[in-house]
């Protein structure tokens, strides 16, 4: 039997657990986080760590589509790729999550009415668990797993992995402990770039930069989104901004949702990102607003670019988010409270650990036309989104890990060495990455076969 070493307990390492279990492979699932029964949402580590990964404390949505949440497209072909993506979809339905029902003719009206606007939309199977049943979710599948065979190690720190004679062995654990296997897996999550990108220099691996989201979360009364809502409970709008050329996404949109804080204090930096509960509603929906940047020469290094902005938006917050009107911000003033609250018809904002302020102090220039330019091109689409009372704050930043250079199955350079999910940056979100895990643990199966 073959001994395959997990490192990651997210959407990435869960799946291809799940995938390497039901072929009767022995796996060891390690997480430095908590089993998902003991993480507490209002612990910053257990937010980012453990059992089920970033993603335990999230809106849950998931997109059912091989080119929203990475590129399935690299690693196989078309039909390859939505042949997974069903695979996917199916045990994630074992468990009682389904992808929510759309009217094709107004789907269809939507994407006429955004093209008409030169705007792109993105039609996508979607379904949403809601943060409040999530975790009741991991529960279930953690069981699951380890009835398959799965073994747990969580609150366990992978520090190195192990490798001689040109290929990978097994993983080093904090204190020194060697973990001997016949394949690893680095499924580290979002929160786990950092390390991955560690791991990967040390060996000398090659690695390929990806871009950079940076942007706002916009928050407007729910009632202005409703008709879209009604035909695309998340929906991809992709717009070019015209004086710099630069592409601008919608992601995560959180219908009568909140926005919430996140912080990543082993950088000293606070953003915001949006959540939609099942039983607990609000009247208004928020959604991030993101410009992808790319750098070439002297500076490469996306994810170090994203982080300076961070900072320097933690500067201006005083530590907390930014929280500034688009009235504001068109007037080139900064928000106050009072300004927030002149009349009834105000948003009333949904997170209040925040700071009013003046966002062009944190953005670059560049980024905020780019997102002023979208919002009013958005605004042809979903009318009353540019008024002068919806909310930005800053901010938010989707940063994904420089991607080691694989093969189509997610192997490395190094013989033994498999990569998935966020933490590669082969994926993002849960859907990209339980179906990046899937794709790595079918190449290990094929290789130790």
């Known amino acids: 039997m073959s001994t395959v070493a997990v490192v990651g307990a997210g959407p990435a390492g869960i ?79 074992a468990y009682g999550v389904h992808v929510m029902s759309t009217s094709d003719e107004a789907t269809l009206d939507l994407e006429k009415r955004a093209a008409k606007a030169g705007v792109r939309f993105l039609p996508i199977r979607q379904a949403h668990i ?35 004679d040109g290929r990978a062995r097994g993983v080093v654990i904090e204190g020194g402990e060697q973990l001997l296997a016949d394949a690893v897996l680095l499924a580290a999550g979002r929160v786990g770039s950092e390390w991955t990108r560690r791991v990967i220099e040390r060996l000398g691996l090659s690695v390929v930069y990806n871009p950079v989201d940076v942007g706002v979360r916009v928050e407007v009364p729910a009632i202005v989104m409703a008709d879209v809502i009604d035909i695309c409970y998340d929906p991809k709008f992709y717009v070019r ?7 601008v996404r919608t992601f995560c949109v959180s219908p009568h949702g909140f926005v919430v804080r996140e912080s990543y204090p082993e ?59 688009l009235g504001d911000l068109r007037r080139h003033r900064r928000s106050t409270w009072s300004r927030l609250s002149k009349s ?23 980024i905020v036309t780019d997102l002023l330019e979208a919002l009013d091109v958005l605004a042809r689409i979903i009318p009353g989104l540019d008024a ?29 060495l498999y990569v998935a999910g966020d933490g590669a940056g082969v994926a993002r979100g849960i859907g990209g990455a339980a179906a990046t895990g899937a794709i790595a643990a079918r190449g290990i199966m094929a290789g130790l076969a």
């Not at 991030?288 to 996306?302: D, F, M």
């Not at 994810?303 to 320097?312: C, K, P």
């Open 388 to 416: 002068d009372r919806t909310l930005l704050y800053a901010l938010e930043l989707k940063r994904y890990a420089n991607k080691p250079r694989t093969d189509r199955a997610l192997q490395t350079d190094l013989p033994g």
């Open 344 to 366: 009834p018809g105000d948003v009333v904002p949904t997170l209040e650990d925040v700071t009013p302020g003046d966002i062009s102090m944190a953005l670059p220039h560049r």
């Open 267 to 325: 950088e000293g930096v606070v953003g915001v990102n949006g959540h939609s509960l099942k039983d607990r509603q609000t009247e208004n929906t928020n959604f991030a607003l993101l410009t992808s940047i790319n750098l070439t020469e002297p500076v490469e290094s996306t994810t170090a670019y994203g982080v300076s902005i961070a900072r320097l938006a933690t500067t201006i917050g005083g530590g907390r988010p930014t929280l500034q009107s």
């Open 241 to 247: 901004a015209p004086t710099y050329d630069d592409q």
């Open 130 to 164: 809601g943060s409040d049943h999530l975790t009741e979710l991991m529960q279930r599948l953690s069981e699951d797993l380890q009835r398959m065979g799965v073994v747990f190690r969580m609150n366990t720190r992978v520090t190195d992995v192990l490798a001689s």
């Open 15 to 93: 799946f291809a657990a799940h995938e390497l279990a039901g072929q009767g492979h022995r796996v060891i699932l390690l997480d430095m986080g908590k089993p998902v029964s003991e993480r507490d949402r209002e612990n910053g580590f257990d937010l980012l760590h453990g059992m089920g990964g970033a993603g335990t404390f999230s809106d849950g949505k998931i997109n059912f589509h091989p080119q929203v949440g990475g590129d399935l497209y690299e690693f196989m072909s078309p039909g390859q790729a939505w042949e997974l993506i069903r695979h996917i979809e199916a045990i994630f339905g």
